[in-house]
Nanobody, 117 residues
Framework: QVQLVESGGGLVQAGGSLRLSCAAS????????MGWFRQAPGKQRELVAR???????FYTDSVKGRFSISRDNAKNTVYLQMNSLKPEDTAVYYC???????????WGQGTQVTVSS
């Protein structure tokens, strides 16, 4: 099993910044990638950013140039730096772990990000 614990959400004004953290523990060797998803009210959960164990990074188009995903292997922690936040970024953000079968099988509890206009 893999345990994921997020932190760092909160309320921020438009144009502001937040940094989310996701600490992983357990059988993390099973993971090929870590990612951040978000789900806004009434919308489907979407993949925001992904970083593989090899360092390959993906961003969804709406956050390119504003969000940055990184990892600290010594701390088994993944970060999502979010700059120039917009009200449409408001959502519950989830950290997730991807295994070799491509499934996102491990999830954190979620952290609320609210951007006020």
């Amino acid at each position: 099993q893999v345990q994921l614990v997020e932190s760092g959400g909160g309320l921020v004004q438009a144009g502001g910044s937040l940094r989310l953290s996701c600490a992983a523990s357990g059988n993390i060797f099973r993971l090929i990638a870590m990612g951040w998803f978000r789900q806004a009210p009434g919308k489907q959960r979407e993949l925001v950013a992904r970083i593989s164990t090899g360092g390959t990074i993906f961003y969804t188009d709406s956050v390119k140039g504003r969000f940055s995903i990184s990892r600290d292997n010594a701390k088994n922690t993944v970060y999502l730096q979010m700059n120039s936040l917009k009200p449409e970024d408001t959502a519950v953000y989830y950290c997730a772990g991807q295994t070799r079968d491509a499934a996102w099988g491990f999830w954190g509890q979620g952290t609320q990000v609210t951007v006020s206009s």
